[in-house]
């Protein structure tokens, strides 16, 4: 995402993301853990979908916390162990290592999710972030704190994989809604606050300088950040979506900043093109997904994609977009301009217990 990453109290998220295979077992890591990050039994419509960068493969995970595997998006596997309830987020430029977070811990996959392992055990993983290129450092946010004691609760980093952990102690235990690290520098971490504003570093936590983007906005101190995005081709510009504000730009890393349209819109996703600067899509709470093709000034919906589409992704290194509805999985080439159906999950087994499960109706919206 890609960094991943709803992204807000007590949601979850998985990040995909390269690992070595010889890391060591994580300090926080105990026997009396779940060694999977949920059980239910599998069913219902794609809650989320994440491409990983080191091949062709996606990864799809339904509103009641089945994971599917495609290595090419025709066809689809089901992974016989189950995952949240949430969405994924892909990192790595080598093998896919699978992070989830949840409200049990911070679990790991080295095998498409196949089995897991806890690295931090009673932590509640609202966020995480991380970049493909150094994807053993690793930034999580935590909600409430670990059962025995204060350590897990509030902004995290680690360097070698989840082996050892740190806690940002720079910044006061905000109740985070965004998190994302910088395209270049896994030292570069930028994260938004129920309270409103931007907050940015670029010494890796150790020192923090915030902009409240706007005077006004849905928090105390300016809009709730829901998301940021990076345009890949000028690091220096960052866009955010807002809470109830809209989206905003800025040129210079995060001085200053422009509107950039929907106001009145909470933004929950925003995704810069990486060969355009004129060019960006958002997920909004109340249009669905729009793209703009002139900066900001006009924001519109995109031909063949269905209405009923409030999800959309891209994969970077080859500028193509997917989006889902249901359980099937649509794509473009070409910016958005045209869209075609890619291929759907396998139909329901026989005899699934659809009933006996909450199933979340809503795909994932990132924050």
Not at 5 to 24: E, P, Y
Not at 162 to 183: C, E, F, Q
Request: proline share 5%.
């Amino acid at each position: 995402m890609s960094s991943l990453s709803l992204a807000g109290k007590g949601a979850l998220a998985i990040v995909v993301i390269a690992l070595c295979a010889s890391c060591g077992r994580s300090r926080f890591a105990d026997s009396r853990c779940p060694n999977e990050p949920v059980s239910t039994t599998p069913s219902g419509s794609i809650f989320d979908l994440e491409l990983s960068n080191s091949s062709e493969r996606l990864y799809a995970v339904t509103a009641a916390g089945a994971l599917y595997v495609s290595d090419d998006g025709s066809r689809w596997r089901e992974s016989p162990s189950r995952a949240p309830e949430s969405g994924v987020t892909v990192l790595g430029e080598r093998s896919d290592l699978l992070l989830s977070g949840t409200g049990k811990g911070l679990f790991v996959s080295r095998n498409e999710g196949r089995s897991w392992r806890n690295l931090a055990c009673g932590w509640d993983v609202s966020q995480i972030a991380g970049i493909p290129k150094y994807a053993k450092t690793i930034y999580v946010s935590t909600t409430t704190p670990r059962e025995d004691s204060e350590e897990g609760l509030g902004l995290y980093t680690t360097s070698d994989g989840g082996v050892s952990w740190k806690k940002i102690t720079s910044l006061s235990n905000y109740d985070i809604s965004s998190l994302a690290v910088g395209p270049k520098s896994p030292r570069v971490v930028y994260l938004g606050t129920e309270n409103g504003g931007l907050y940015m570093s670029d010494d890796g936590g150790e020192h923090w300088r915030f902009n409240e983007i706007q005077s006004v906005g849905g928090g105390l101190d300016g809009p709730t950040v829901f998301s940021i995005g990076f345009n890949a081709g000028r690091p220096s510009t960052l866009w955010v979506g807002s809470q109830l504000e809209g989206v905003f730009s800025s040129e210079d890393n995060g001085e200053h900043w422009s509107r950039r349209g929907l106001r009145g819109q909470s933004v929950y996703e925003i995704i810069p093109d990486p060969t355009s600067q004129n060019i960006v899509y958002a997920v909004t709470d109340g249009k669905g997904v729009l793209r703009t093709t002139d900066g900001g000034r006009n924001w519109r919906s995109m031909r063949g994609l269905p209405r009923s589409a409030i999800v959309l992704i891209l994969r970077a290194k080859d500028n193509t977009l997917y989006s889902w509805v249901g359980r099937t999985v649509f794509v473009s080439r070409d910016h958005g301009t045209t869209w075609q159906r890619l291929s759907s999950l396998p139909p329901l087994k026989a005899g699934s217990r659809l009933g006996q499960t909450v199933v979340r109706d809503e795909p994932r919206l990132k924050r």
